[in-house]
């Protein structure tokens, strides 16, 4: 079992910057691939970025491209999602996940365990 919270929500001006994290439990988080998704207003729940648990590989949205970075840090069970020159449209909620193996990263269902998610609110 994983517990997974996320922290580093906010309100923030177009261009502005946030870093998420996600904080997990248990003691095989190194084992665990992390996925990034967002859900907006009326809109269904997508992928932003994952991060596989060996090598390790990272995806990412081609809407966050270049602008977003994942990373991880297995000795303090965490995961991160830095976010640079923010937009409007990235305003959602954002949800980390955990999954085991390291295939199909960008599927939400493939995904064992979430975080209650955090509002990212980006002004105009």
């Known amino acids: 079992q994983v517990q997974l919270v996320e922290s580093g929500g906010g309100l923030v001006q177009a261009g502005g910057s946030l870093r998420l994290s996600c904080a997990a439990s248990?003691?095989?988080?190194?084992?665990?691939?992390m996925g990034w998704f967002r859900q907006a207003p009326g809109k269904e729940r997508e992928f932003v970025s994952a991060i596989s648990w060996y090598y390790p590989s990272t995806e990412y949205a081609d809407s966050v491209q270049g602008r977003f970075t994942v990373s991880r840090d297995n000795a303090k069970n965490t995961a991160y999602l830095q976010m640079v020159t923010l937009k409007p449209e990235d305003t959602a909620v954002y949800y980390c996940?955990?999954?085991?193996?390291?295939?199909?990263?960008?599927?939400?269902?493939?995904?064992?365990?979430w975080g209650q998610g955090t509002q990212v609110t980006v002004s105009s």
């Open positions: 996940a955990a999954k085991s193996g390291s295939r199909n990263l960008r599927s939400l269902l493939d995904y064992e365990y």
């Open positions: 248990g003691r095989r988080f190194s084992t665990y691939s």
